[in-house]
């Protein structure tokens, strides 16, 4: 079946941790993104990809690092330079970057020690 | 500057009691697009609809049915006869010309048996 897979389902980063977290996408959709959710809050936009090998920062890149290396993968690590990074984490993908639709992955569940 | 507001925190219904979710928008964009996500306790966000700013034509899939009206910048979901199954967080968003999906607040729906 065709969709977007997160993994893992939930994450515990010690403090100074690097973590990574994975989005696979087998929609052959070119554009990828990264979003941040809090309790009780709609969801913030961290990096976007219009097309592989290429990335852009969106509203609250600090912190985060990602790359697009594949069309079907668009890792996010989260370093020790975010300091709040405790929040659910989504992955969605779009058939080209302006106008279409979003579709969403199940989400990664990100804690700390 | 884009802004989506979702003003209904929390709604609390009976099963089989009609609901309307509202969704007001702000954006100096022409063209634009508005969606409705349902997010239920899984946390996975699911695509329900999406509308361009040129067609202001009511939509209705079954129990769903959404109200767009370009003069107050509106774009309201209405359940009929809800179901245990509906309860979830509804997010409205809106992308305009920079491409990025602009959430809401999100509303969060509780169906009572």
């Known amino acids: 079946d065709g969709g977007i897979t997160q993994s893992p389902k939930y994450l515990f980063r010690k403090e100074g941790q690097n973590v990574t977290l994975s989005c696979e996408q087998n929609?052959?959709?070119?554009?990828m993104y990264w979003y941040r959710q809090d309790p009780g809050q709609g969801l913030r936009l961290i990096y976007y990809s219009q097309i592989v090998n290429d990335f852009q920062k969106g509203d609250i890149a600090e912190g985060y690092s990602v790359s697009r290396e594949k069309k079907e993968s668009f890792p996010l690590t989260v370093t020790s330079a975010q300091k709040n990074p405790t929040a659910f984490y989504l992955c969605?993908?779009?058939?080209?970057?302006?106008?279409?639709?979003?579709?969403f992955g199940p989400g990664t569940r990100l804690l700390v020690l | 500057a884009q802004k989506v507001t979702q003003a209904q925190t929390e709604i609390s219904v009976v099963e089989k009691e009609d609901v309307t979710l509202d969704c007001v928008y702000e954006?100096?964009?022409?063209?634009?697009?508005l969606f409705w996500y349902k997010q239920p306790p899984s946390g996975e966000l699911v695509f329900l609809i999406r509308r361009n700013s040129f067609d202001e034509q009511n939509e209705i899939s079954g129990r769903y049915s959404w109200n767009f009206q370009k003069s107050t910048s509106s774009f309201n979901f209405t359940i009929t006869a809800s179901q245990v199954v509906d309860s979830a967080v509804y997010f409205c968003a809106l992308r305009g010309n920079t491409g990025k999906l602009i959430f809401g607040q999100g509303t969060t729906l509780q169906v009572k048996p």
């Open positions: 929609l052959n959709h070119d554009a």
């Open positions: 969605a993908s779009s058939i080209e970057w302006l106008g279409e639709t979003q579709y």
């Open positions: 954006t100096r964009d022409t063209t634009y697009y």
